[in-house]
């Protein structure tokens, strides 16, 4: 029939014409020499005075669900870089980032991964943002044999899958909140929250710290008085957080994944008119500026603690100096730099240091160096990595909003820690 | 009469042969990853459009089929203790049947109420699944799961998972091809045109809407599970993701809905110009506003899709001059079905 | 659990479905009368929210006085996508078009606001957004009870517009049958665009409403527009009451479920009861027999 005939012969048409492009897209890239045709590497080979660049592929979300997060670790790569290329670049190359969005989608981290290691032939990657990407882009990256050292991949379901190329610069999610549930459940009796209150995101970043705190603080005489999991995707927090009002516990455990999440929760206790002694929320008050100006101001974020591997504030040359050009470079204040800027600037360092540790940009031989218990220097801290790819020296701290500042409380009488302001003073007064 | 037939044939065979070398000739990795994606998405297009575009009932939860397809595979892999390698894409079929065993209760749901509703209450089981997925410990909860990885060289890895989809590609647009040129297919049409009237005319409603929706189901089941296995991992929500759902309609639309072709060019187009695109385009949200202006243009231009329209522009250029032919309103697959014929040949 | 959890959660609930009615009645009247299911409202909603956001911001107008300055500037925002995008749909598929028109419009409003305000999340601010007032041993959060009180009044306008009023009457009339409207003097189009405008001009005040309850990006709106979705049949299309009805029905039973047996079952429970209640009342809550042939 005439009416499939013609539609056959369109179809044949345009897919010839689109295979053409694609296969051309892809392939260009292939046949011209490191450096590649994708956007942000500019030119291969530079002028006969300089070192050929040394390019690092990393795929980061810069548009979709994590686009905050992800955007902040392209400004904490690209900080990297530049300080890195000061120094003297690797092995005295110039380092050159590559770096192409996934728009948050597993999907298109595959393709990415594979676009910029065979495509565009860069020798070393980066890793991308939140578990739920690194998990997939970490199995694309093992199967070139190349080295898979990321900042926010740090869930357990990212982990004992077998791969020996992965590599988490910061804190192994699950420790979390034990400095928070040691340092409670340590205060004197009269002191003490009698009762908490567990409610978390149902998340695989959140959800495995809950348990370990609330072991520990349950040994401690502190009872459980509420304790439910929420849909990562719920669009009412009001019914949740006025349960956790009404059950009046003291203390309060949020296991949150973002700004409006933790940003729900107060706003519900401030109209609740509910005042816990102590709350300590997993993620949301980390983000600095953004955290903010969701909960209206300093004021209502006084008192809240939160976990994390590193603060503005961290007493550390390397972290004062990196906060420092953040500033100069992107505006605001210290107090409102983005965790994630630190992790993506650890990753680099890391990998720098297996560069030089090894004289070479050959990834089996970084894979090695970084599994052999050395460890390493961070504006996070220390780096030493378990046979799972955890970082086993991260130091797990716990922070506090302080008068609009992020200050280190935790763990009592670690350098650097300041006394935790107990209990938290009443939100409106 | 056969030397139409014979050029028609010569073109499908053709492009079977370019389906089969592609990743012969683009051999590079980024070039076939896109490929694997692309054959995906065109087989569930293809597949969604052979129940909604011949129904006329639009379907926004055939994720459902997606997500139970990738599950299935990855339960059955780990708990029977497949191996890693070709022996799991054995698993593939049996994810498709599990899939389509789960379009019969919920077609039989959904298929009872009136096409807006309808719409909604696919939307309403796709959310169902989703959560379920997130808070039941045998599917992972929130973490997922993760099917066993082969050992496949870098190089040549998504060829084994291109191939698979290929097949399954060729198999289902020879279904949607027999089903449209059936009494099958014309019932279809029939409850598109005019639902009361076919019923009238003796068409079984009922039986033949649910038919179409569970054998929609399978393929997309199916491709579910190649999914997974090329994932790596999957999350309940991204296995059974509303975003899908609108995908696979618009590459049915843009393509040309009711047509055989049509999805299967939507799905190619869209599918890789996305993915292309996202590679390209950085942080800039730019690419939002011109991906969206892309789309209106097209929709509002092309109002049939680009098949349906292309067609009549060289109908019309063919026909120029001539007298007025009675449209048979072709291309779109909107032909007016013989509804006696369909109710007649039973 | 409580009766008086129980109590508190019914209430919380009947306060925050006014909010998610008032988000919704847009996308009944424009699905009811036009026949088309706008993807965009969620959009709509968010770009609702940071309009008031820059007038509170930058400058210093209250939320709800910032109303008089969104809502007319959406109903012009409404007749112009009327104009340009609805009216080229074809009646025969009008329904199945729309979806994938709206989703560009979506899209595009996506991109837009990304580009302008970043992708970090923000939420409205005022000083009676954190305070509540205490009734019969409750906290009612006055902004709550405020966006309640807004979405009935008006909701309670649009029912007056269309049910009382000659246009409204003209409304109803190109719904049920456009050629006989047309033939007793009905400029439908024209009806039409007004129609799409009311909507969409109600959205703005539903999008002040929900940026001062939740946190927003530009990507917010696509959790909404399935539960707006669902609201819209539940109560049935066109429906403004029903509007009403199904939304606190929808957020009651979620929060119910949330306090009595676990919020992660609350969604599903939902989902649930809504495919029920649409097998055995397939025109929704209120709605009314199909006047004419799909």
Redesign the interface.
């Known amino acids: 029939m005439t009416r499939s005939r013609r539609q056959a012969l369109i179809v044949a048409a345009v897919a010839a014409i689109a295979a053409f492009v694609a296969g051309c897209g892809g392939s260009s890239s292939s046949s011209s020499s490191a450096g590649g045709s994708s956007a942000s590497t500019g030119s291969g080979t530079s002028s006969s005075s300089n070192k050929s660049p040394i390019t690092i592929g990393t795929s980061l979300s810069l548009s979709g669900d994590f686009a905050a997060d992800g955007q902040a670790f392209e400004k904490g790569y690209q900080l990297w870089a530049a300080d890195q290329n000061k120094a003297g670049g690797l092995m005295g190359h110039p380092v050159k980032l590559d770096i192409i969005s996934d728009a948050s989608s597993p999907a298109q981290v595959v393709t990415n991964y594979q676009k910029l290691i065979s495509s565009d032939h860069d020798q070393l990657v980066f890793g991308p943002f939140s578990t739920l990407l690194t998990v997939p882009a970490s199995k694309v990256v093992n199967r070139f044999g190349y080295a898979f050292v990321e900042g926010a991949g740090g869930a357990p379901a990212a982990f004992g899958n077998g791969l020996k190329n992965i590599f988490d610069v910061s804190l192994p999610v699950v420790d979390n909140l034990v400095p928070y549930a040691k340092w409670i459940a340590s205060l004197p009796a009269s002191e003490r929250p009698k009762t908490a209150a567990y409610a978390t995101s149902d998340d695989p970043f959140t959800q495995p710290q809950i348990p370990l705190a609330q072991k520990i603080m349950q040994a401690a005489g502190i009872k459980t008085v509420y304790n439910k999991v929420f849909p990562a995707e719920v669009t009412d927090y009001t019914p949740i957080a006025t349960a956790v009002a009404s059950s009046k516990a003291e203390a309060v455990v949020l296991g949150s994944v973002d700004v409006p999440t933790v940003s729900a929760f107060v706003h519900a206790f401030i109209q609740q008119h509910y005042n816990p002694k102590s709350f300590i929320a997993t993620a949301g008050p980390d983000q600095g500026d953004a955290f903010l100006k969701a909960v209206g101001g300093a004021s209502n974020a006084e008192g809240i603690m939160y976990p994390n591997g590193w603060y503005p504030g961290y007493a550390n040359a390397a972290s004062q100096q990196m906060v420092n050009e953040y500033v100069s470079k992107y505006g605001g204040n210290a107090a409102g730099v983005n965790a994630d800027v630190a992790e993506a600037y650890s990753v680099g360092q890391a990998v720098a240091q297996a560069v030089a540790a090894t004289h070479s940009l050959d990834n089996s031989k970084i894979i090695s160096y970084l599994h052999s218990g050395v460890t390493l220097n961070t504006v996070q801290g220390p780096v030493k990595f378990n046979s799972l790819g955890e970082n086993g020296a991260a130091a797990a701290f716990v922070f506090q909003w302080q008068k609009g500042n992020q200050v280190q409380v935790l763990p009592v009488g670690a350098s650097g820690s300041k006394a935790a302001t107990y209990p938290k003073p009443n939100w409106g007064s | 009469m056969t030397a139409r037939l014979t050029v028609r044939a010569l073109l499908v065979a053709i492009a079977i042969v370019i389906l089969g070398v592609f990743p012969l000739v683009f051999s590079n990795p980024t070039t076939t990853s896109i490929a694997v994606f692309t054959v995906i998405y065109m087989v569930a297009a293809s597949s969604w459009n052979m129940f909604s575009g011949y129904s006329g009932y639009i379907a926004l939860g055939h994720a459902v089929f997606f997500g139970v397809g990738a599950y299935a595979l990855t339960l059955l892999a780990n708990h029977l203790g497949f191996a890693a390698g070709w022996g799991i894409f054995a698993l593939v079929p049996v994810a498709g049947i599990i899939a389509g065993l789960i379009a019969i209760p919920t077609g039989l749901i959904a298929l009872r109420a009136r096409r807006h509703t309808f719409v909604v209450i696919t939307i309403a089981f796709m959310f169902i699944f989703q959560l379920a997925a997130s808070n039941f410990a045998f599917t992972g909860g929130s973490s997922g799961l993760q099917p066993p990885t082969p050992l496949w060289s870098a190089t040549s890895y998504n060829d084994h998972f291109y191939y698979v989809a290929a097949v399954i590609l060729v198999a289902t647009v020879a279904l949607s091809w027999l089903v449209r040129r059936s009494r099958f297919g014309l019932q279809l049409f029939a409850i598109r045109d005019d639902e009361e009237r076919a019923r009238g005319l003796g068409v079984r409603v009922g039986r033949v809407k649910l038919s179409a929706f569970v054998l929609s189901a399978i393929p997309i089941g199916m491709v579910g599970g190649v999914y997974a296995y090329f994932l790596g991992q999957i999350f309940p929500q991204f296995a059974f993701d509303p975003l899908f759902d609108l995908s696979i309609a618009l590459m049915a639309f843009i393509g040309g809905l009711g047509t055989v072709w049509g999805p299967l060019l939507g799905a190619l187009v869209l599918e890789s110009l996305q993915q292309y695109f996202t590679v390209q385009s950085g942080a800039s949200q730019v690419y939002l506003i011109i991906y969206g202006g892309l789309f209106l243009a097209v929709i509002l231009l092309l109002p049939r899709g680009v098949i349906p329209s292309v067609e009549d522009l060289i109908r019309r250029w063919r026909t120029r001059g001539a007298t007025q032919d009675r449209s048979r309103g072709e291309g779109d697959g909107g032909r007016r079905a013989d509804v006696v014929k369909a109710a007649g040949a039973r | 659990m ?1 009766a ?2 129980l109590a ?2 019914v209430i ?2 009947i306060l ?1 479905g006014g909010v998610y009615a008032l988000m919704a009645a847009g996308l009944t009247l424009i ?1 009811g009368v036009m026949d088309i ?1 706008n ?1 965009a409202q969620g959009a709509l909603i968010v770009l609702g929210a940071y309009m008031s956001y820059v007038l509170s911001v930058h400058l210093g107008i209250d939320l709800f006085v910032g109303l008089i300055i969104t809502i007319p500037a959406f109903f012009v925002l409404g007749v112009f996508i009327e104009w340009a ?1 609805m009216r ?3 009646d ?2 009008r ?3 729309s ?3 709206t ?6 409003i ?3 606001l ?2 302008i305000f970043g ?5 409205l ?1 005022a000083s009676y ?4 007032f205490h009734l019969l041993g409750f ?1 009612l ?1 006055y902004i709550y009870v405020f966006g309640f009180l807004l979405a009935v009044v008006l909701l309670g306008v649009l029912y007056y517009i269309l049910y009382r009023t000659h246009f409204g009457r003209g409304v109803r009339g190109s719904l049920q049958n456009r050629s006989a409207a047309e033939l007793i003097g009905v400029n439908v189009n024209r009806v039409r665009a007004l129609s799409v405008g009311i909507g969409v001009s109600v959205t703005a005040a539903g999008g002040m409403v929900f940026g001062a ?7 917010s709106g ?3 527009i ?2 707006l ?2 609201i ?3 109560g049935g ?1 066109g429906s403004i009451g029903g509007a009403l009805v199904a939304a606190v029905f929808m ?1 009651t039973l ?2 119910v479920v ?2 009595v047996w ?7 429970v939902y ?2 009861s ?2 029920v209640v ?2 055995f009342m ?3 809550l209120f709605g009314r027999a ?1 006047i004419r ?2």
């Open positions: 409580s008086s959890s508190k959660a919380d609930g925050t699905f299911i993807i995008f080229r749909l074809r025969q598929e329904t199945a078009m979806i994938l028109v989703y560009a419009v979506a899209i595009i996506e991109g837009i990304s580009v992708v970090d999340f923000v939420q601010q957004i954190n305070s509540s906290y959060p309850t939740n946190s927003f990006n530009p990507s696509y959790d909404l399935s539960r979705l669902s819209v049949i539940l299309l957020v979620e929060d949330a306090v676990s919020p992660v079952w609350a969604t599903l989902y649930a809504l495919i649409l097998s397939p025109n929704g199909a042939a799909q």
